[in-house]
């Protein structure tokens, strides 16, 4: 027995044996266990890959958004944020292309009756083809496609099906009435384009500036799956950074990318779990000039190291398309105008120079959810002791932490202790999130809020009670000291942004 202040435990030896989650079940069966992740609507058998956060998720997913709206809106000075609605005119999506364009091809096995997306499999592209630029039905009829999933080319020809949720508007409408249909958005990025000239007057912008929003984009996944990481309801947090037309475009999609890239290690993620990838020109959304992901090793049980890999956001030039498509005034060569239904012209007028044009985007767009998996696979952690028992401990970035910090009575028999110990939580709640927790033994108690990240405990003892002082926990390094309840809030604090 060891003992600290009056604090009693029994000695153990754990080890690390610092392992990151191995595979997505890990995260699935503790995020489930440990109220972060339910599968949706699961009393009626469940609704294939959509998920509900539970209690600890959610704030999760909040100290998420938070750290990156802080990180564009708050630290910076060119970025303001915005929040438009998730049902917009259809003809937004008519003349951002996603009508016509936000398809993915599909095709069937006819042997093993898989369906997928044809553009994923392998033999689809030839070399150096550009989707929609090349006869796809006559490679897969050639036999030079094979199924990911039994490996046979005897495959359908391929369909198109758009991605977007379609819906129709108001009572009374018709299924069929196209004058009702609308769409809930498959990106936020379109409620930004469309209030650029608001948002640039009402607060007095001058480009280079930025706009942000986080919100729930839908997309009619063909294979959603893999947990979180593609479901048809999702989030996104999308800055929309609108420059100059010659400015150095290629090199802001470095630029942006590098500030991403430590973005996510201030989350926690290792590095070693990050790697970019240049979004090959045939792979091009119909936007993009350039794009590069930043890709998570989202699968490291697979031996093939190139296919441990999946995006976690991406960081795209999307040239003027956007803002030249909503505009009113631009015409084709035969002098028509490119958009008929407009109303307005989201050119900007730059007055240093004395001249109109359309702000050229930097968009990075990345996704809550999958920054959520990515955080919860790089903070898992096992300790196993001398007698085998394994620990769970997710070392989540402070930030990021659920809980910050848990108030356990050493006896919960003790009214003196447990009312100290609520006292405690009530004082510091204003300051930070914290819990009470008297459902275990200590050792139990340490053990659950070391599984669900939280950073700290903060133990009350029986000398607690004559000296005024509790025992800190690290919930890293298992290492307790001693510290006066005068002192506590300003103690945690500090340790927390340490
Ligand atoms: N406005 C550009 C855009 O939406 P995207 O690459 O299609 O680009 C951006 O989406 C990010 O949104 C992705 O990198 C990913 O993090 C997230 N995302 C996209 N589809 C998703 C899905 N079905 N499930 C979960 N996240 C998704």
Partial sequence: MSSVGSLSFSLTVFYIRCVPAPNIDTIVSLAKRRGFVFPSSEVYGGLGSAWDYGPLGVELC????????RWLVYDRDDIEGIDSSIILNRLVWKYSGHEATFHDPLVDCRECKSRMRADKLEGYFPEGGRLGEFDANARLRGG?????????TNLTDERYFNMMFRTTLGAAAAEDDPAAVAYLRPE??????????????????????GIAQVGKSFRNEITPGNFILRTREFEQMEMEYFVTPDAEHLQMVDEWTALYVEWFKGLGIDGRNLKLHEVPKEELAHYSKRTVDIMYRYFPERAEEERQWEELMGIAYRTDFDLRSHSSKPVDEEGKRINADSTDDLSYFDEPTKTRFYPHVIEPAAGVNRTVLAVLMDAYSERTNDKGETRVILK??????????????LAKNKPEIVGMAKAIKRSLQPMLRAVYDDTGGIGKLYARQDEIGTPLCVTVDHQSLEDEAVTVRDRDTWEQERVKVSELAQHLQRRLQA
């Fill in 188 to 209: 936020t990025a379109q409620g930004i384009f469309i209030n650029f000239l608001n948002v640039q007057t009402a607060m007095r912008r001058k480009v280079p500036f």
């Fill in 396 to 409: 989540l970035a402070p930030q990021l932490a659920p809980i910050k910090a848990a108030i356990l009575p």
């Fill in 144 to 152: 030079l496609v094979k199924c990911s999933n039994c490996g046979s």
């Fill in 62 to 69: 909040n100290n998420v958004k938070q750290s990156w709206w």
